[in-house]
């Protein structure tokens, strides 16, 4: 036991020490949420493009929740397709109650205060997004 926690400590210790001396760079948060999220090559060039033209990333940003909510919903008639008529209620309810959350949860900051302007469309996508990996995760399953 006190062996791991040696290990985990060197590990918290090393790992740090090793990207700042170029042994491998720390990841790129966008290459990361594409990744989990499935974004589209296409939504990384864009925002690369938009450079700080908050304008131009909220343009990108609607593109791509547009395109994730395809995605969304071609998951979810799929997987309402394999489900019993009990699945289906129950899905369609928790969808319903997911929809409220994303809304209400990107619409409001912590604080209660609206949400720059940006991050409530990130926001969006990013919640959207992973609700059409967890349904395509769901249909892979039964």
């Known amino acids: 036991m ?4 040696g290990l985990f400590v060197g590990l918290l210790i090393a790992a740090p020490i090793a990207c700042a001396q170029g042994t491998k760079p720390p990841p790129n948060i966008d290459a990361v949420l594409s990744y989990l999220y499935h974004y589209r090559p296409s939504y990384d060039e864009c925002i690369r493009k938009a ?3 908050m304008y131009a990333m909220v343009a990108c940003t609607n593109a791509e929740l547009a395109y994730q909510d ?3 919903n071609k998951a979810y008639v799929a997987l309402i397709a394999k489900l019993s008529p009990e699945g289906q209620a129950k899905l369609k309810a928790d969808e319903n109650i997911w929809m409220k959350y994303r809304d209400t949860n990107c619409s409001a900051g912590p604080d209660g205060l609206d949400r720059p302007v940006g991050d409530a469309e990130s926001c969006k996508l990013m919640k959207t997004a992973e609700q059409a990996t967890d349904l395509e995760a769901m ?4």
């Not at 249909?139 to 039964?142: E, F, S």
């Open 2 to 5: 006190h062996k791991q926690i």
């Open 51 to 53: 450079g700080t033209s």
């Open 70 to 72: 395809r995605r969304l």
């Open 139 to 142: 249909l892979d399953i039964l």
